[in-house]
């Protein structure tokens, strides 16, 4: 279903002011996010900093992926101000090369593993000046970047929250699209390069090519430059890329296991046994610190995960008689599904249970006369009544995610051979694995859990 044929929905991302009014909105919420980080209280409960970029911001943020792609990388103010300093101070304007191509995706997940991990060590979250210092440390990278490269290579080559963004956004249920048949004959491809009154793409895609959202911000951009109408924005079976995708990349799938695993951290260290199992661990190796247990967990985390998936990619190209670098680089897309689904039921619990008094805490730092919830956190039985409900709302989600991975896991399988019984065969080693995942990360939603990431 073409979208772009609704008028309401064409007319505003054919508009001159999307996405610039958006984008000058969140860079002016950005701008006050800085000032209180530094400025504000040192409570982080009480901070605007720390409870919109964390108990808002960073909460709702993926929910967006399903519905809407990537767009918040189209809004970003952090890209804003780099877009803002090409034009006024130009830079090298150098294209992306080889090295940033090939491996820019490891790169980005490196960053987002070591930004999970400063923020258990160092507790971004419950620290405003912490968060100020993240938050511009971010912006000085993506500026230099911008200086040196151009369009925002920053956004797909670099930035961690982009590495995240770009593989959640395939699960979206819309995708911008050209018609490739129209995109032939055509000579400008004003789409890519831009117009006098309309940027080219900001990260390099050319629409006529383009078979993922991964790198579609939904800026428009090539919607408002396309002469002959080529380009749509599309309603589609969600996550139907997929297992359509023609050239997966390793990095992709190493990244979608990442994501599983850091889920499972991040859960974990709220459950009620995780700071009996650190305390267990420091009072059983004495010379080792906090810091360097936990350190040494999430490796050994990231490690387990590791080896559960290359141990089902192997097993699955055994029996497909598939070469195994192809399989490990296809099958870790069925992933994808499966962490979305483990990062909304964590941001559940989250909104159900702190998502007011963020909310609530917001406005009061701004002076506003709104009294809309309680600043405190619910507690005692009313508190225990809504976390059944959250805690039902988290299976469903990851029962949905568990059945959206084993789906993936045969269309992959199905598309990579005739025989029904190699189809089986191949898809066994990943159905287990998927189902193996999912019920840990299920009893993990099912435990009593803290209502912070404690030490």
Same mark, same amino acid.
């Given at each position: 279903?073409?979208?772009?044929?609704?008028?309401?929905?064409?007319?505003?991302?054919?508009?001159?002011?999307?996405?610039?009014?958006?984008?000058?909105?969140?860079?002016?919420?950005?701008?006050?996010?800085?000032?209180?980080?530094?400025?504000?209280?040192?409570?982080?409960?009480?901070?605007?900093?720390?409870?919109?970029?964390?108990?808002?911001?960073?909460?709702?943020?993926?929910? /967006?992926?399903?519905?809407?792609?990537?767009?918040?990388?189209?809004?970003?103010?952090?890209?804003?101000?780099?877009?803002?300093?090409?034009?006024?101070?130009?830079?090298?304007?150098?294209?992306?090369?080889?090295?940033?191509?090939?491996?820019?995706?490891?790169?980005?997940?490196?960053?987002?593993?070591?930004?999970?991990?400063?923020?258990?060590?160092?507790?971004?979250?419950?620290?405003?000046?912490?968060?100020?210092?993240?938050?511009?440390?971010?912006?000085?990278?993506?500026?230099?970047?911008?200086?040196?490269?151009?369009?925002?290579?920053?956004?797909?080559?670099?930035?961690?929250?982009?590495?995240? /963004?770009?593989?959640?956004?395939?699960?979206?249920?819309?995708?911008?699209?050209?018609?490739?048949?129209?995109?032939?004959?055509?000579?400008?491809?004003?789409?890519?390069?831009?117009?006098?009154?309309?940027?080219?793409?900001?990260?390099?895609?050319?629409?006529?090519?383009?078979?993922?959202?991964?790198?579609?911000?939904?800026?428009?951009?090539?919607?408002?430059?396309?002469?002959?109408?080529?380009?749509?924005?599309?309603?589609?079976?969600?996550?139907?890329?997929?297992?359509?995708?023609?050239?997966?990349?390793?990095?992709?799938?190493?990244?979608?296991?990442?994501?599983?695993?850091?889920?499972?951290?991040?859960?974990?260290?709220?459950?009620?046994?995780?700071?009996?199992?650190?305390?267990?661990?420091?009072?059983?190796?004495?010379?080792?610190?906090?810091?360097?247990?936990?350190?040494?967990?999430?490796?050994?985390?990231?490690?387990?995960?590791?080896?559960?998936?290359?141990?089902?990619?192997?097993?699955?190209?055994?029996?497909?008689?598939?070469?195994?670098?192809?399989?490990?680089?296809?099958?870790?897309?069925?992933?994808?599904?499966?962490?979305?689904?483990?990062?909304?039921?964590?941001?559940?619990?989250?909104?159900?249970?702190?998502?007011?008094?963020?909310?609530?805490?917001?406005?009061?730092?701004?002076?506003?006369?709104?009294?809309?919830?309680?600043?405190?956190?619910?507690?005692?039985?009313?508190?225990?009544?809504?976390?059944?409900?959250?805690?039902?709302?988290?299976?469903?989600?990851?029962? /949905?995610?568990?059945?959206?991975?084993?789906?993936?896991?045969?269309?992959?399988?199905?598309?990579?051979?005739?025989?029904?019984?190699?189809?089986?065969?191949?898809?066994?080693?990943?159905?287990?694995?998927?189902?193996?995942?999912?019920?840990?990360?299920?009893?993990?939603?099912?435990?009593?859990?803290?209502?912070?990431?404690?030490?």
């Amino acid at each position: 279903m073409e979208l772009t044929k609704l008028r309401f929905v064409g007319n505003i991302l054919r508009s001159r002011l999307y996405p610039g009014l958006l984008q000058h909105l969140t860079l002016a919420l950005f701008v006050l996010i800085v000032a209180f980080s530094f400025a504000g209280t040192i409570k982080g409960g009480e901070n605007f900093a720390t409870v919109v970029t964390w108990g808002l911001w960073w909460t709702l943020v993926p929910f /967006s992926f399903i519905l809407l792609g990537r767009i918040w990388c189209g809004v970003c103010p952090i890209t804003t101000v780099s877009d803002y300093l090409q034009r006024w101070l130009g830079g090298w304007g150098r294209s992306p090369g080889r090295f940033l191509k090939k491996y820019g995706v490891w790169m980005m997940s490196l960053s987002f593993l070591l930004l999970t991990w400063a923020d258990k060590v160092w507790g971004i979250v419950d620290s405003p000046r912490a968060t100020g210092v993240a938050l511009i440390t971010i912006l000085g990278g993506s500026s230099v970047v911008a200086l040196i490269y151009g369009r925002r290579v920053w956004c797909r080559y670099l930035c961690p929250i982009g590495a995240l /963004s770009g593989v959640y956004s395939m699960t979206s249920f819309v995708e911008l699209r050209a018609k490739k048949e129209v995109c032939r004959k055509c000579k400008s491809k004003s789409c890519y390069r831009g117009t006098e009154k309309t940027e080219g793409c900001p990260l390099y895609e050319f629409p006529m090519n383009m078979e993922s959202n991964r790198n579609c911000n939904l800026c428009g951009n090539c919607l408002k430059a396309c002469p002959h109408g080529s380009v749509e924005l599309r309603l589609r079976p969600p996550g139907r890329e997929l297992w359509r995708m023609e050239r997966p990349i390793l990095g992709e799938s190493a990244l979608a296991v990442l994501m599983v695993v850091l889920v499972y951290m991040q859960t974990a260290s709220m459950a009620y046994f995780f700071p009996s199992y650190m305390r267990w661990a420091l009072e059983s190796w004495s010379a080792l610190s906090y810091n360097l247990v936990f350190t040494l967990t999430m490796v050994g985390a990231v490690g387990v995960g590791a080896v559960f998936y290359l141990s089902s990619s192997w097993a699955s190209s055994r029996v497909g008689g598939e070469d195994f670098k192809a399989n490990l680089a296809s099958f870790g897309y069925a992933l994808v599904p499966l962490a979305l689904a483990g990062h909304l039921g964590h941001n559940i619990f989250h909104l159900g249970v702190e998502g007011k008094a963020a909310l609530q805490a917001a406005i009061s730092q701004l002076h506003l006369p709104l009294q809309l919830f309680p600043l405190e956190l619910s507690s005692g039985e009313e508190f225990h009544h809504a976390t059944i409900a959250i805690k039902a709302l988290q299976a469903l989600a990851l029962a /949905s995610g568990a059945a959206w991975s084993g789906l993936v896991v045969w269309k992959l399988s199905a598309a990579r051979s005739e025989c029904m019984k190699v189809r089986l065969l191949k898809a066994l080693p990943h159905l287990v694995m998927v189902l193996l995942v999912g019920g840990l990360l299920l009893h993990l939603f099912l435990v009593p859990m803290n209502l912070r990431h404690v030490h």
